[in-house]
Nanobody, 115 residues
């Protein structure tokens, strides 16, 4: 496993932007994808965005397409999630994850969108 540390959450208003960061303690192997999961209050943790080692990105959540961008710097062992035009439904704890064996998870960072 790899230690993952997230940062960048906070309390924002609808329409604001946030940039989440995730730092990995060691370099990941080329087969390891990374991603951001969100756990909203009372809901299951769900995948928001994922990125392969080669930079191919996927956004399974249709609500975030066009608003969120996931990026990765393998040399720095970092990934980011740029979140623009935030809406109430984006509220939750955001977890960084890596598909190591077993999976690695960060401790989570809270994002709250409120007016």
């Amino acid at each position: 496993q790899v230690r993952l540390v997230e940062s960048g959450g906070g309390l924002v208003q609808p329409g604001d932007s946030l940039r989440l960061s995730c730092a990995a303690s060691t370099a990941l192997f080329p087969m390891d994808a990374m991603g951001w999961f969100r756990q909203a209050p009372g809901k299951e943790r769900e995948l928001v965005a994922a990125i392969a080692y080669n930079g191919y990105a996927n956004y399974p959540d249709p609500l975030v397409k066009g608003r969120f961008t996931i990026s990765r710097d393998n040399a720095k062992n970092m990934i980011w999630l740029q979140m623009n035009n935030l809406i109430f439904e984006d509220t939750g704890v955001y977890f960084c994850a890596a598909t190591t064996s077993p999976w690695s998870w960060g401790q989570g960072t809270q994002v709250t969108v409120a007016s």
